[in-house]
């Protein structure tokens, strides 16, 4: 998993001491996880055409959102060389001894950064709901 997405701790000990919130906010926000997850994806696909040197597709394309939990989504890279696209691997040397020359060319990491408003507005959209429908259920 390259990417994950979710609340901290912290704040999710805070939202469970909430009468059934946790329940509650799960339905909320288990299709705003999802769509998180494809607006990251779709962003780090783009990225992989204006980052790398010679981009031929084959990374871009398997890049795909995970659900790994109504609260949680990663983005998952299928190629082997998705980490070393991403943070580089020079000076480094491989099971098979060879040493990596290849500088990072970060697509995913970026792909976060310039949609983590999206992703906090989604998340703060579903709190709210749950909250709305919570006061409403008393």
Known sequence: MLLDIQFDPS?????????????????????????AGQIVTEAAQANTWTAFQNPI???????????????EVG?????????????G???????????????AEPYAGPALDANADKVMELMDLAIERT????????
């Open 57 to 71: 597709g084959k990374l871009a394309g398997s890049i795909e959102p995970v659900m790994v939990s109504p609260m």
């Open 75 to 87: 983005i998952s890279v299928g190629v082997p060389y998705g980490f070393r696209r991403e943070h």
């Open 89 to 103: 691997f020079v000076g480094m040397t491989d099971s098979l001894g060879r040493v990596g020359t290849d500088p």
């Open 11 to 35: 704040s999710m000990a805070s939202i469970a001491r909430l009468l059934s919130f946790d329940v509650m906010l799960e339905e909320e926000m288990a299709p705003s996880m999802e769509e």
């Open 131 to 138: 909250w709305i429908s919570a006061r409403t259920s008393q």
